[in-house]
C-alpha cells in the first residue's frame, strides 16, 4: 500500500527552526517528483517547495525562498523540509505530496492536481 506520511512539526517562536521529514512506503521515490504544500485556515493549499529526481533539481515559492531548503534521500525513502527564520504566516497543515516525472524538472507552479499521492499532514504553527 502506497503511502507518505509527514512528521515534524509543531509550535515553534518567530524566527526559529523545524524540520519536517517526510517518509515514503510501498514504493520508491526513484523518479518521483515530490513537493511540500501548505494550508492555512481558510486558504487554499500552496505549494512551498519542490525537488525532482532528476538531478535533484529544486525550487521554492518566493515568500520561502532563502528560508527553507528541500532535500531527499531515495534510498531511506525520504524527503525532509529544513524550515528556518519562521514566521507566524508560516503558520499551517504542511503536506508532501508525488508525482511520477522521470528525467524532468520540477516546479512549484504545477498545481496540486498534478500531484498524484498525498500525506495526511503536519501541523506547524509559529507564535510567541
Known amino acids: 500500500q502506497l503511502q507518505l506520511v509527514e512528521s515534524g512539526g509543531g509550535l515553534v517562536q518567530p524566527g526559529g527552526s523545524l524540520r519536517l521529514s517526510c517518509a515514503a512506503s510501498g514504493f520508491t521515490l526513484d523518479n518521483y517528483v515530490i513537493g511540500w504544500f501548505r494550508q492555512a485556515p481558510g486558504k487554499e493549499r500552496e505549494g512551498v517547495s519542490c525537488?525532482?529526481?532528476?538531478?535533484?533539481?529544486?525550487d521554492y515559492a518566493d515568500s520561502v525562498r532563502g528560508r527553507f531548503t528541500i532535500s531527499r534521500d531515495n534510498a531511506k525513502k525520504t524527503v525532509d523540509l529544513q524550515m528556518n527564520n519562521l514566521k507566524p504566516e508560516d503558520t499551517g497543515v504542511y503536506y508532501c505530496?508525488?508525482?511520477?516525472?522521470?528525467?524532468?524538472?520540477?516546479?512549484?507552479?504545477?498545481?496540486?492536481?498534478?500531484?498524484?499521492?498525498w500525506g495526511q499532514g503536519t501541523q506547524v504553527t509559529v507564535s510567541s
Open positions: 525537488i525532482s529526481d532528476h538531478y535533484y533539481n529544486t
Open positions: 505530496a508525488v508525482y511520477w516525472a522521470p528525467n524532468q524538472d520540477c516546479t512549484v507552479v504545477v498545481g496540486k492536481r498534478r500531484y498524484s499521492y
